[in-house]
């Protein structure tokens, strides 16, 4: 079945350190492709957005992600994350130009420790 | 220039009344979606309206919920005789055309008691 993939539900990092939120998906051809962030209470900001073009795209607060075609992945990254970085990360795909819908993910609740 | 505007951000409906949110999207987007997000099943598409049109309204329930984006005011979600289910965050997200750049509000809380 066509499908987002996050296989982390919670990830907890320290301060400081590196990140990366995988995201999988299996749709046929190559989908336009999102991270969303999520604040509790909030609604969602849109951190980056891949459509074509170089595979590794740059986002707002410092986080980048890279598409890989062979491995049907997005993942997010962060070279130093921050206790604000603490939310809930969302991968969203739009499967085909033709498509409308967002398909999200389940997504993954990043805790960041002192 | 402004984001895209829901209200109200929260709402308390008893079991059998009617639930009314409203969606104003940013400045110079004429594509309006909207989405339900609940604790087990995470966010969900449920419709996709321009002015004066429904284009996708494939995952909107087929009973009890109703969409509209009239050519003048927001758009608005409907839904009649709410039940306990129906509690859940509704974003609305609009967009200035493909390809497909959506960006959120703020969410409207339904409570239904």
């Known amino acids: 079945a066509q499908s987002v993939t996050q296989p982390d539900i919670h990830i907890t990092v320290s301060e400081g350190a590196s990140l990366e939120l995988r995201c999988n998906y299996s749709y046929g051809a190559t989908p336009y492709l999102f991270w969303y962030v999520q604040s509790p209470g909030q609604g969602l900001q849109l951190l980056l957005k891949y459509f074509s073009g170089d595979t590794l795209v740059q986002g707002i607060k410092g986080f980048e992600a890279e598409f890989k075609r062979s491995q049907s992945s997005f993942n997010l990254r962060k070279p130093s994350v921050h206790w604000s970085d603490a939310a809930e990360y969302f991968c969203?795909?739009?499967?085909?130009?033709?498509?409308?819908?967002?398909?999200f993910g389940k997504g993954t609740t990043l805790s960041v420790s002192s | 220039n402004a984001g895209v505007m829901q209200n109200p951000r929260h709402l308390v409906r008893r079991r059998g009344q009617e639930a009314r949110l409203r969606c104003s999207p940013m400045?110079?987007?004429?594509?309006v979606y909207w989405y339900r997000q609940l604790p087990e099943e995470g966010l969900k598409f449920m419709v996709y309206l321009q002015k004066e049109n429904i284009i996708d309204e494939s995952g909107m329930p087929k009973e009890r919920f109703s969409a509209e984006f009239p050519k003048e005011g927001p758009s608005i979600l409907r839904i009649q005789q709410v039940v306990r289910g129906d509690s859940a965050a509704y974003f609305c997200?609009?967009?200035?055309?493909?390809?497909?750049?959506?960006?959120f509000g703020p969410g409207t809380r339904l409570t239904v008691t």
């Open positions: 997200a609009s967009s200035p055309g493909p390809p497909w750049e959506q960006y």
């Open positions: 400045k110079g987007h004429s594509h």
């Open positions: 969203a795909v739009v499967p085909n130009q033709a498509g409308t819908a967002l398909i």
